[in-house]
């Protein structure tokens, strides 16, 4: 096949929307599909100009104001239009669509091109996190428009779905997300890593995520001063040094990827993650995968991937009292805390990337279906038509 993927986010920002791309293209490429990426450009000139196989067109764009690592690309739909002209894809994959996924999902609903749009992201509810609530119907109309276009949705968890659905959308399906069950894994579990960032021997509470506005990292506050603990932030973003001061006693490990992130999630006790507008969270799998019991927000993604009472505990958006008595009850009673690390690890063993990926394959090849059945329909209309005038 021919896929384009109309990227929001790419290579060098790394991010769910981006990391789940580069597994997409992973499987593509063992398939031996054409891909093309459309992205926004960067400001690193050393960014590849081929990923995985696929070729990466960079549209001109400009840094967000106030989170300068993400960019948005400029310019029209008619550009849009013109790149998908020339490659000519069999579908266009719209990943977490929002500004460039608007114009490409008009520009390849006016090419007569399938699209699957991805919806990864609740960009409107980030608008009361910024300060701007005046913006989030809009937001909301500009989702909506671009899903109503799409041929296809994608989401990956019921709260999604049931938030898509609720507001109209049609053509919506689930699409969950993988875990590499190889590279988090409770094996990594590294006990000199544990030593460098808690060197009194405490248990560690850890996060691994954006320090940004929407991930509420700020609400972990609450958890100072249980006994015996260490609470270490893995990530970076334009809230460390306001999270440093709200946080003075946690460690701040910056960014990690690869191996060294594997090794820092398999080496917490306890994973939590008080973000309240998770479409899926990765994070959350990765550290089940990695054999770490999990407390989060009781909203969004979390909902499906957290077994309440089993892998770990979910509590009502806010209640940061709950938070710390969650935290609590499993950092005082190893035994607990232990049979949730077995079965986190265990309910996440069968959501393979290659199994999801060959689902998304099926997507594409259904929508493909569609266009081409949609366009003999109305091939047969025409032709009718015109011999009932005749």
Known sequence: MRIAIVAESFLPLMNGVTHSILRVLDHLQDRGDDVLVIAPSTQDGEAPDQVKGAAVHRLPAVPLAGYT???????????????LADYAPDVVHLASPFVLGWRAAQAAHQLGIPTVAIYQTEVPS??????????????????????LLASRTLVPSTFALNQLRGRGIPRVQMWRRGVDTARFSPAK??????ASVAPGGQ??????????????VEDLAALAGIPNTKLVIVGDGPQRATLQEALPDAAFTGFLGGEDLARAVASFDLFVHPGEFETFCQTIQEAMA?????????????????????TGWLYEPGDLSALRARVLDLMGDDAKRRAFATAAHASVQDRTWPALCAELVRHYRDVLAESRAGRSAGSRTSVSTTGAAQ
Do not use: C
């Open 69 to 83: 690592n993400v960019r948005v690309a400029m310019g029209g739909v008619y550009r849009v239009k013109r790149i």
């Open 126 to 147: 980030y608008a009361a996190r910024y300060g701007v609530p005046f913006l989030e119907n809009w937001a909301w109309n500009r989702v909506e428009n671009i899903h």
């Open 189 to 194: 579990r590294d006990d000199g890593w544990r």
């Open 203 to 216: 248990r560690i509470i850890g996060y691994v995520g954006r320090l940004a506005v929407e991930k509420q």
């Open 290 to 310: 990695s054999g770490v019991p999990v407390v989060a927000t009781g909203r969004g993604g979390p909902l499906d991937l957290v077994e309440n009472s089993r």
